[in-house]
């Protein structure tokens, strides 16, 4: 978001990711390019490989390890995983929430729902 001058100084833009390495390979220059506009980024994701997590935080980024299981459908462990979430994005109280994959839209379609603001930018792969 703007201020009145034009600027993104200080908004916080957090993506949110199943795994490390996917982040890497197909998003990490939109993270480089909203830092350069400003944007403090968050990484929220599985984060399994030190190196990975290593290279991001040397870049700025802040990153938030959050186990997303890909296959698991069981209601139980999948609210409790979004009220995990929940946590870790109200700690970071985003101005703009991109989900990338399949669950992190779910989930961020569920918290979007359940937030006072609505920030949230859904990308589904094709």
């Known amino acids: 978001m703007l201020d009145n001058k034009g600027s993104t100084l200080g908004n916080k833009l957090v ?16 993270a480089i390019y909203f830092k350069s506009l400003g944007y ?4 929220v994701g599985g984060f399994y490989d030190a190196e990975i997590k290593n290279e991001l935080t040397s870049q700025g980024f802040t990153c938030h ?4 299981r890909r296959k698991s459908i069981g209601l139980i462990k999948e609210l409790s995983c979004i009220l995990r979430l ?3 994005i109200e700690s970071i109280d985003p ?7 399949v669950k992190p839209n779910i989930y ?4 979007n729902r359940t937030l006072l603001k609505s920030l ?3 990308v589904l792969q094709a």
Not at 40 to 43: E, K, R
């Open 65 to 68: 390890h959050f186990s997303i």
């Open 120 to 122: 949230l930018f859904l």
């Open 95 to 101: 101005d703009l929430i991109h989900c990338i994959t």
């Open 15 to 30: 993506f949110i990711v199943n795994v490390d390495w996917y982040f890497r390979l197909h998003w990490v220059e939109r």
């Open 40 to 43: 403090d980024i968050h990484i």
């Open 108 to 111: 961020g379609g569920i918290l």
């Open 86 to 88: 929940k946590a870790i």
